[in-house]
């Protein structure tokens, strides 16, 4: 149903930061349609480093992880919801938790997916439930706007470039020499069956270095990251440097300086994408058609699909089918993508 010009819309995608990115091409087409809407979103506190101070959110509220299993907390966030006096929600995640905060808010109207994309209580919880069609999850989501009569166009991100974290940025790239051209590496994923093996890397940076006279730099959060990328450095034959510590700010800084970006399946990866920096991701248990890097200027390299039926079943996986992926395979994605072609060898084999 169309709304009027002024409207007030709640999106709830409350994790994780990576399909929080692929959602803000909704935001961003909500706001090209209604310019003078007030566009609000809620999230946890991880999304919420990128989603603040995006130029088409006026309003951000962020809730803590477990706010589901806590009395308190339901009436505190329902409070501040139903403040906002929302009259239409778009539930692109379509979970309980997500679809929990659309019925708190009172909103008259609450969109969200049918089965198979809407799970749990949420094809209860909302009134208006879509059959996506389309398989990436950015298009998909672009969908539900065909229920406010919204034509979206071309995807935009809008991400804008923090203050704080630019001269973090500059200074690294300055201090590391890495001039005008590097790659980033990404060895860190959410799940073990989307980790790619640290000595491929270390054998990728070695390669690039050597044959295309290109730096690295290896990106990392957090202890078990740390060891990855330092072993990456080892086995990278000097020509990988260690990036510091970095907010997703800070990373996002850097990713718009990298001529390129290599990692998984995992925020890092679309966050390079949303800057507009060329990526080429690692593909094991997800299907690049369906979360890909957005956009037909990257390139994707998977040996093999290695399917479970649910996400619970994939995220305790082994990484058998990311072994699989060769370093020289994955070289030659990367050169295409540096010389502006495509790398049918390197694409998905899935």
């Known amino acids: 149903m169309p709304l009027d010009g002024s409207p007030r819309i709640l999106i709830t995608r409350t994790s994780a930061v990576g399909d929080c990115i692929l959602t803000l091409p909704m935001l961003c087409a909500l706001r090209k349609h209604y310019p003078q809407a007030m566009l609000a979103w809620v999230t946890e506190p991880g999304p919420a480093q990128i989603l603040g101070e995006h130029p088409d959110l006026d309003q951000l509220l962020v809730i803590s992880k477990g706010w589901l299993k806590s009395p308190a907390e339901i009436r505190r966030i329902g409070r501040e919801l139903r403040e906002l006096r929302i009259d239409t929600v778009l539930d692109p995640q379509s979970l309980t938790k997500s679809a929990a905060l659309g019925w708190l808010s009172g909103a008259a109207q609450r969109i969200g997916f049918a089965r198979p994309r809407g799970r749990e209580l949420s094809i209860w919880l909302n009134r208006d439930c879509h059959v996506a069609t389309a398989s990436h999850i950015v298009d998909a989501q672009l969908e539900l706007l065909q229920q406010l009569d919204v034509k979206p166009g071309t995807a935009r991100f809008r991400l804008p470039a923090w203050p704080e974290a630019e001269p973090v940025a500059e200074q690294f790239v300055r201090r590391a020499h890495l001039g005008v051209g590097f790659v980033v590496l990404n060895p860190g994923a959410g799940w073990e069956s989307r980790v790619w093996p640290a000595e491929s890397y270390g054998r990728l940076a070695r390669q690039l270095g050597e044959e295309l006279n290109l730096p690295t730099a290896v990106v990392w959060s957090g202890a078990a990251e740390r060891a990855a990328a330092e072993r990456i450095q080892e086995k ?20 718009r300086r990298a001529q390129l970006f290599v990692g998984s399946d ?35 390299v998977q040996a093999y699909y290695q399917q479970y039926p649910t996400s619970r079943e994939q995220r305790r996986a082994t990484n058998d089918a990311m072994q699989a992926i060769t370093p020289g395979r994955v070289f030659q994605a990367c050169h295409a993508q540096l010389q502006g072609t495509s790398s049918t060898a390197a694409s998905s084999a899935a």
């Open 236 to 255: 990278s034959g000097g020509h990988a440097v260690l990036a510091p510590s970095t907010t997703l700010r800070e990373l996002a800084a850097i990713l």
């Open 266 to 300: 995992t925020g890092p990866l679309h966050l390079a994408s949303a800057v507009g920096t060329r990526c080429v991701g690692l593909y094991g248990t997800t299907h690049p058609d369906a979360s890909g890097p957005y956009g037909n200027q990257h390139e994707v």
